[in-house]
T-cell receptor, first 114, second 115 residues
Framework: GAVVSQHPSWVICKSGTSVKIECRSL??????MFWYRQFPKQSLMLMAT?????????EQGVEKDKFLINHASLTLSTLTVTSAHPEDSSFYIC??????????FGPGTRLTVT | AQSVTQPDIHITVSEGASLELRCNYS??????LFWYVQSPGQGLQLLLK??????LVQGIKGFEAEFKRSQSSFNLRKPSVHWSDAAEYFC?????????????FGGGTRVLVKP
């Protein structure tokens, strides 16, 4: 399967600032990537589908102006949390879509907004 | 709309004992089913997947799952659990075996392993 990395693995930022999370597909050209959010002891919540070279598709209830997604190449997608607030603190996970619909996940990024 | 239910939130099992995790899905067409495992603070690792063919699927780490269409189930099993199997397990369903399709995840089952 594909190997996926995320950077940073852990970040603390102050309320009102923006933070960028990178998701890289290390050995697979990823036309489609997904961004998820996971609260403690809960399942994954899909935030958006990121397609290379086009605009991301956001799930209902996810603010596209707050969670900016850019998928500029087949190996890199970024999620920028703009004007972060404490309620944005969460575990953010990206995944790469494989050729038959399976997904390969990154290790996640823990965001804490103070 | 597709949905996945994992009825057991927590399961405690003794090391060396067998393990079975339940997964029930709801989907109008042929489902494409997955099991993932998540260790604390980590991403998800694919254990196995079912698209078609033999309804008993073998995965990594000694896990297997059986697809039962009549029961809308895709239960995960392991004959003998190791302490390292303590983790969160997620069942997921996809719409079709094609790149770019979204997955719907169940709520997860946390497995605790007693020594």
């Amino acid at each position: 399967g594909a190997v996926v990395s995320q950077h940073p693995s852990w970040v603390i930022c102050k309320s009102g600032t923006s933070v960028k999370i990178e998701c890289r597909s290390l050995d697979f050209q990823a036309t489609t990537m997904f961004w998820y959010r996971q609260f403690p002891k809960q399942s994954l919540m899909l935030m958006a589908t990121s397609n290379e070279g086009s605009k991301a598709t956001y799930e209902q209830g996810v603010e596209k102006d707050k969670f900016l997604i850019n998928h500029a190449s087949l190996t890199l997608s970024t999620l920028t949390v703009t004007s972060a607030h404490p309620e944005d603190s969460s575990f953010y996970i990206c995944s790469v879509s494989g050729q038959v619909g399976e997904q390969y996940f990154g290790p996640g990024t823990r965001l804490t907004v103070t | 709309a597709q949905s996945v239910t994992q009825p057991d939130i927590h399961i405690t099992v003794s090391e060396g004992a067998s393990l079975e995790l339940r997964c029930n899905y709801s989907y109008g067409a042929t489902p494409y089913l997955f099991w993932y495992v998540q260790s604390p603070g980590q991403g998800l690792q694919l254990l196995l997947k079912y698209f078609s063919g033999d309804t008993l699927v073998q995965g990594i780490k000694g896990f297997e799952a059986e697809f039962k269409r009549s029961q809308s189930s895709f239960n995960l099993r392991k004959p003998s659990v190791h302490w390292s199997d303590a983790a969160e397990y997620f069942c997921a369903v996809g719409a079709a075996p094609a790149a770019g399709n979204k997955l719907t995840f169940g709520g997860g089952t946390r497995v605790l392993v007693k020594p």
